[in-house]
């Protein structure tokens, strides 16, 4: 009897022993076989395996500061934690080499010398590497570098952290299969998921109202606590400076420009600048930089308010609905190839061939086109007379839209003479006669083109 329960307790006492490797997972036949045989084993080994089903399904929490203050007053008590010099020196190596001051590395290689040994080598590679050249890795660099996190885990994301990243964008509306499919399989996340959803539905249903300013003001203390409406100094300079040098008492710049060395370089050159430009001879614009500063104005309704007549609305005055664009171009070739030829070729603005041909007014004849522009002239004169030739084969609403063109641009060509004539250094006019001009012989062409049809 006596012996029968000592090996009772014997089998218990290994049972205990080898209890806790079974539970973590090694093979230990002895505890399978003295549970069948003993119940208050079994039972125990019942209840704990209840525990560590249960415990894997408990949420994983972060231990408090408390608990790893003990874990760590434990471990310094057991000279755990103790270091050596030389695992201290190896410690405070990377940051004496980055340049920080770390007395202990100094102190240390003295005393040891194979760590002497190895921070001399280190200062050697140290200043042979700042004299490699800086070159960009190569592919296969890149690719084993990234296999190597790829093999460490650190690219690997958890469906919950993706289920997280995506969840924002599937709430706007966007298709992520990923967010269905893993809500199915995770009921924390289906939770999550279906709680978003029901707050999204009801707040579509609240009505929209206006922040109050209270709401405003706390969103603006945040905002600014956040150093979102801070200004930098250099930003404040480069909002004053153009000021400052139109001449406005700007104090700010000229102090900023003294405390930061890019900003006065700034305001030095633009000053050299400034100082240089007062020196250069002022010099008429070409006739093609006023006209387009008229043509900018215009288009920016500068003349909008005040009434304009005759020549000067020719920059905006459209003649015909849609222009045919094989007339306009078939105008400007006989164009060019007129204006290509010596200007003796022609006769005369005014001769006696021109006036018998030409139907233009007695006082239009009597105005003489600046010398370069008679070739031009003469080239119109000639569709017009071509015009002439052909109308009677036109309908008449299609003869009357040409002639009602053709005598606006027959005004505006006189006043443009007229204007010449008094004031021959006019460039201005002398810019829309060429535009009259032009734009007559594109109506002609287009009236000769449209009729040859």
């Known amino acids: 009897m006596e012996e029968g329960r000592y090996k009772t307790i014997t089998a218990c006492r290994q049972f205990n022993a080898e209890l806790e490797a079974y539970l973590e997972g090694e093979a230990r036949p002895f505890i399978a076989s003295h549970a069948q045989e003993c119940p208050a084993c079994s039972d125990l080994l019942a209840d704990l395996q209840l525990?560590?089903?249960?415990?894997?399904?408990?949420?994983?929490e972060e231990p408090s500061p408390a608990v790893w203050t003990n874990i760590r007053q434990?471990?310094?008590?057991?000279?755990?934690?103790?270091?050596?010099?030389?695992?201290?020196?190896?410690?405070?190596?990377?940051?004496?080499?980055?340049?920080?001051?770390?007395?202990?590395?100094?102190?240390?290689?003295?005393?040891?010398?194979?760590?002497?040994?190895?921070?001399?080598?280190?200062?050697?590679?140290?200043?042979?590497?700042?004299?490699l050249p800086q070159e960009e890795p190569s592919p296969a660099v890149w690719t084993n570098i990234r296999q190597t996190f790829a093999a460490q885990g650190a690219f690997v994301t958890s469906p919950c952290a993706q289920f997280s990243t995506e969840l924002e964008a599937y709430l706007e509306g966007e298709v992520r299969p990923l967010i269905a499919a893993h809500a199915h399989e995770?009921?924390?996340?289906?939770?999550?998921?279906?709680?978003?959803?029901?707050?999204?539905?009801?707040?579509?249903e609240l009505p929209q109202e206006e922040p109050s300013p209270a709401v405003w003001a706390n969103i603006r203390q945040s905002l600014a606590s956040e150093g979102a409406f801070v200004t930098s100094l250099c930003a404040q300079f480069s909002t004053k400076i153009e000021a400052y040098l139109e001449g406005e008492s700007r104090p700010f710049v000229v102090s900023h420009a003294q405390e930061c060395q890019p900003?006065?370089?700034?305001?030095?050159?633009?000053?050299?600048?400034?100082?240089?430009?007062?020196?250069?001879?002022?010099?008429?614009?070409?006739?093609?930089?006023?006209?387009?500063?008229?043509?900018?104005?215009?288009?920016?309704?500068?003349?909008?308010?005040?009434?304009?007549?005759?020549?000067?609305?020719?920059l905006s005055w459209r003649f015909l609905p849609q222009p045919a664009p094989l007339g306009v171009l078939a105008g400007l070739v006989i164009l060019g190839a007129v204006l290509s030829l010596p200007s003796r070729d022609f006769p005369r603005w005014g001769s006696p061939q021109e006036a018998a041909s030409s139907p233009a007014p007695t006082e239009m004849a009597s105005l003489v086109p600046p010398p370069e522009?008679?070739?031009?002239?003469?080239?119109?004169?000639?569709?017009?007379?071509n015009f002439k030739a052909s109308e009677a084969s036109m309908t008449p609403d299609l003869k009357a839209t040409y002639e009602k063109s053709l005598v606006s641009l027959d005004g505006s060509i006189r006043e443009c003479l007229d204007s010449l004539h008094h004031e021959p250094g006019n460039t201005l006019a002398h810019d829309y006669l060429l535009t009259a001009y032009t734009r007559k012989a594109e109506v002609l062409s287009s009236a000769l083109e449209f009729e040859g049809r």
Not at 373 to 385: K, M, N, P
């Open 51 to 60: 525990i560590r089903v249960a415990a894997r399904d408990l949420p994983q």
């Open 74 to 131: 434990s471990l310094a008590a057991q000279g755990a934690l103790v270091t050596s010099p030389c695992a201290q020196f190896s410690t405070e190596l990377e940051g004496y080499l980055e340049g920080e001051t770390r007395p202990f590395i100094t102190s240390h290689a003295h005393e040891c010398p194979s760590c002497n040994s190895l921070l001399a080598d280190l200062q050697l590679i140290q200043v042979a590497a700042r004299d």
């Open 186 to 204: 995770c009921p924390s996340c289906n939770s999550l998921l279906a709680d978003l959803q029901l707050i999204q539905v009801a707040a579509r």
């Open 263 to 314: 900003c006065g370089a700034i305001l030095a050159d633009l000053e050299s600048i400034r100082e240089a430009a007062r020196t250069l001879p002022q010099e008429e614009p070409s006739r093609v930089v006023w006209a387009n500063v008229r043509a900018r104005l215009e288009a920016e309704g500068a003349f909008a308010g005040a009434p304009v007549a005759g020549w000067r609305q020719l």
């Open 373 to 385: 522009d008679i070739s031009l002239a003469h080239v119109v004169s000639d569709l017009e007379s």
